[in-house]
């Protein structure tokens, strides 16, 4: 096939690659004496329409776009020579190496190298994912991205090749579905044969992991199908936690979008905005928290005596004194007129006892707010006896993290009052609140959590 020239225009200079039906040649044109790819899908026994319609829809989704980082379309026609029949799609050629190929050759990728092609590829396909239908390349992987040569600091050019798998979501709403890819770059979604643009980000944080691992993502460790890369990439938390969220097989959690990506990436390399929140455990606050990958736990211990508690404590025992000469009373009554009476005090028992239950919590309480890869969970300890307030929830159902400063508000009778902070986390319809009716009362111990809980979550805090 070496020196043979299809389609009157196009000589074979050397094969680049083959695999199953298709070759990929490196060619020159004899009209622009340009270096060209044409790549072949030849008719052969285990030829399938599907591969055909693939490859059309790659030349036709070529020819629609214009990005100086992808393959241009130059040529499509039908091959019908003595050696080969079949069909042949001619782009221009990129003078460049895959990832996969420096790999393979002995070259390592240092965190900045590896931020710098996040970068690039997830700005192709800000533009790809913006067309319209929007376009998913559906098999990104180190030998498709291509990586030109070293320039001052720069890592080089990025460039992304190879829509053979690419689909577009029109294309994906209707008909049949073909399940494509490359596994240990395919997120779970992509098994089944549904593909978001999403499903891009994830293919891309795997690409990246086998950047800095140098092992392929399918041979790394998993633990509820996601990839356990930390142990061996010794990467910042930041970039650690930005990949975590790339590949995250569940979708609700992973970046809704490749401009949402980036804007987290760069946000990963700049300095915390000091004002913003406090990113330190304030002095002399007694509040444990401790997490790694997995699980974070807050554990907030008993305020302690306060003078305050000086007035509650005495207003309890007068009320339960009180409601304690009442029921005495009511009972010492002729049967069944002392019943109703009896029934009466059992609302003021139980106001008595909550205040006793306040006054108790406050001295010897603590309170646990613990989240993992399942659920979130916030438990309540006096003196041994624990109980969830609301029940546990799915993690996955986490869908907001609020946090309310202190403030003045206005009752019914238009008198100001003072509120506590409040952090709320809310899955679904559950809220998980700490501040007000716990014992943080420190509003720099509550901005601190805050923090902290945001970033394990890998969500924003919103401000009310």
Same mark, same amino acid.
């Given at each position: 096939m070496i020196g043979e020239t299809f389609n009157a225009r196009y000589e074979i200079q050397q094969q680049l690659g083959k695999k199953a039906g298709r070759r990929t040649l490196l060619a020159r044109d004899l009209v622009t004496s340009e270096l060209v790819v044409v =790549? @072949? $899908?030849? *008719? %052969?026994?285990? /030829?399938?329409?599907?591969? $055909?319609? &693939? *490859?059309?829809?790659?030349?036709?989704? @070529? =020819?629609? @776009? %214009?990005?100086? &980082?992808?393959p241009r379309y130059v040529d499509y026609f039908e091959v019908n020579s003595p050696n080969i029949k079949g069909f042949a799609l001619v782009q221009s050629y990129i003078p460049a190496l895959t990832l996969e190929q420096y790999l393979q050759s002995g070259r390592t990728f240092n965190e900045t190298e590896v931020k710098q092609v996040a970068k690039s590829v &997830?700005?192709? $396909?800000?533009? @790809?994912?913006?067309?319209?239908?929007?376009?998913?390349?559906?098999?990104? =992987?180190? %030998?498709?991205?291509?990586?030109?040569?070293? !320039?001052?600091?720069?890592?080089g050019q990025v460039y992304l090749v190879d829509f053979g798998s690419v689909q577009t979501v029109l294309a994906t709403e209707g008909g049949t579905r073909t399940v494509v890819g490359t596994y240990g770059y395919m997120p779970p979604e992509q098994f089944g044969g549904r593909t978001v643009t999403s499903s891009d980000l994830y293919s891309l944080g795997a690409t990246l992991i086998y950047l800095v691992t140098g %092992?392929?993502?399918?041979? $790394?460790?998993? =633990?509820? *199908?996601?990839?356990? /890369?930390? !142990?061996?990439?010794? &990467?910042?938390?930041?970039?650690?936690?930005?990949l975590k969220l790339m590949t995250e097989p569940n979708l609700e959690r992973r970046f809704s979008s490749a401009s949402v990506a980036l804007q987290a990436l760069d946000e990963s390399q700049a300095p915390k905005n000091i004002n913003s929140l406090v990113i330190t455990q304030p002095a002399g606050s007694k509040i444990r928290l401790t997490k790694n990958w997995e699980t974070l736990e807050i554990l907030i211990p008993p305020l302690g005596f306060q003078p305050s508690m000086v007035f509650t404590g005495l207003f309890a025992i007068a009320w339960n004194s009180f409601i304690l000469f009442w029921t005495i009373g009511a009972l010492s009554a002729p049967f069944p007129i002392n019943l109703p009476f009896a029934l009466f005090s059992l609302p003021f028992w139980g106001a008595g006892g909550f205040m006793v239950y306040i006054f108790l919590f406050t001295l010897f309480g603590n309170i646990q707010l613990r989240l993992n890869s399942k659920q979130i969970n916030l438990t309540y300890e006096l003196f041994g006896f624990k109980f969830h307030r609301p029940r546990p929830s799915p993690r996955e159902s986490i869908t907001k993290l609020v946090y309310i400063p202190k403030h003045l508000t206005r009752d019914s009778s238009g008198d100001k009052t003072q509120v506590s902070p409040q952090l709320e986390i809310w899955a679904g319809v559950q809220k998980y609140q700490l501040g007000d009716t716990t014992v943080i009362q420190s509003e720099a111990e509550l901005e601190w959590l805050a923090h902290e809980l945001s970033d394990w979550l890998g969500i924003p805090i919103q401000r009310e």
């Open positions: =790549k @072949l $899908l030849a *008719f %052969s026994s285990d /030829f399938e329409w599907d591969d $055909l319609k &693939l *490859f059309e829809r790659e030349a036709e989704t @070529l =020819k629609s @776009l %214009s990005h100086p &980082l992808i &997830l700005e192709i $396909l800000i533009y @790809l994912h913006r067309l319209h239908p929007p376009v998913i390349h559906r098999d990104i =992987k180190p %030998s498709n991205i291509l990586l030109g040569e070293r !320039s001052g600091n720069s890592v %092992s392929h993502p399918a041979d $790394l460790p998993q =633990k509820d *199908f996601r990839i356990q /890369f930390e !142990s061996v990439a010794h &990467l910042s938390p930041g970039l650690t936690r930005w």
